[in-house]
């Protein structure tokens, strides 16, 4: 809704708050001759635009945004000393960014693909951001292979056009990736909407409570909009007539009162269970079963406020699996380690050093550090405090209080294969497939020789290949979609 103009707002003026006095005309030499330089407004004015765009994301750079309120319905606090999760009732502001993967700023909505759903807890002990995905695995397990999966989802090099024969080559040269491809290519690899699907933290966390004890858990959040899906041909209709399905959808239901919830639930691990489960628990390519660790309700996440400025709140959004607060810590899992680094550092390039002093990205609480300076620090810079510790002023002092119990590691170093390690990559994909009814195994095989289009044969034998040892059948199928005879893969493999 347009807010009110006062007096103010109605006069335009140039950066430095000088009236500008024409808007349509620029100043020439006589009224066709050439520009003058001292027009002052036009230099301005263009130069600005020329700085409009900066860098999108790397991936995840097609998004919608929205904020929302988090609360808490179940008491988990014998489990994490969270402020956030400290009663029951408590509520806490959000801010959320969902995304499709692979595609550019401009990309469709509506494509086959991962949704990321990134979560920002404006906590009292500082934000946590919980950066998700819609699913509950991810293609690999060693953050060393993010960027070969990038470069061979995103375009071709040469011919600057996605490329099946670049995305299937890497995924099928990954069994690891073959659970996750499942989902890609499953009845649920395209929502119809960021409201119609469940969220996930994905990796595995830490949580601490006020006893100093830690156990590890999963987050889910479940959709109560339920799940609802869009199949290839709906897909291809839909991209036709809107480009923006998502971003039209989160919008117009929280404009007409219509608010998103996701209900939180958590799973719960303990040292000994993780000690003798038979897979590595730290796998994110892994689900936890859900008979052995049971779904616990925790909250309700509602989105009840759309930003008013795409650019500022949405597009300078920094999700950080970094943002921690006491109470929920990390976990050995090497991905979620390397992501520790990578998105402060995409950040840094992406918006600047001073962003988490962008609205959407500071924290509403209290924040000291002794960082300073740096590229647009438009805060007072803390002013004449003393910019060092220790210091005589009692300054900022760290919070001992707040360590997390000492974690129990050994090992030698090297570069262990993820390969060896306990759990093999093709069970879980074909314990899911096994969950399938005859109509979403159609649909998955159907799924797949599309997307897989125009790979080289080989590539489809080899992700048959795969298939087949998740499943007989699913292998069978996916071969039949494709009209490749069983033989043929027999004599490849
Ligand atoms: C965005 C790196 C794995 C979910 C990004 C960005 C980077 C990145 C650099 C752009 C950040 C920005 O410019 O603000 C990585 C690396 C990974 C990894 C190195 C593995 C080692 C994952 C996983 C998930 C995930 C496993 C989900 C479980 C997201 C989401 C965004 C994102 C949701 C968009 C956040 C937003 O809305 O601003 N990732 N990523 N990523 N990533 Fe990852």
Known sequence: MPKKK????????????????DNQNT????PRGPAL???????????TFDREVIPERRMHAKGSGAYGTFTVTHDISRYTRAKIFSEVGKKTEVFVRFSTVAGERGA?????????????????EGN??????????????DPLKFPDLNHAVKRDPRTNLRSAKNNWDFWTLLPEALHQVTITMSERGIPLSYRHMNGYGSHTFSLINAAGERCWVKFHFKTEQGIKCLTDAEAEALVGRDRESHQRDLYESIERGDFPRWKMQIQIMT??????????????????????????????????RNPDNYFAEVEQAAFNPANVVPGIGFSPDKMLQGRLFAYGDAQRYRLGVNHHLIPVNASRCPFHSYHRDGAMRVDGNYGSTP?????????WQEQ???AEPPLELSGAAAHWSHRDDAGDDYSQAGDLFRMMNDAQREALFGNTARAMGDAPREIKIRHIGNCLRADPDYGRGVAGAMGIPLDEIEKQR
């Open 128 to 141: 946590w951001d919980l950066v998700g995905n819609n699913t509950p695995v991810f293609f690999l397990k």
């Open 271 to 304: 040292d000994e269970q993780a000690a003798a489960c038979p897979f590595n628990p730290f796998d994110l390519t892994k689900v936890w079963p859900h008979g052995d660790y049971p779904m616990m309700d925790v909250g309700v996440l509602e989105l009840n």
């Open 108 to 124: 469709a909505d509506a494509e086959r693909d991962i949704r990321g759903f990134a979560m920002k807890y404006y906590t009292e």
């Open 387 to 395: 910019g060092y510790e220790p210091n005589s002023y009692g300054e």
């Open 37 to 47: 330089l001292q027009d002052v407004w036009l230099l301005e004015k263009l130069a």
């Open 27 to 30: 100043m020439t030499a006589g």
């Open 400 to 402: 001992p209080d707040f």
């Open 6 to 21: 006062s007096d103010k707002r109605t006069k335009l003026t140039t950066n430095a708050g000088a009236p500008v006095v």
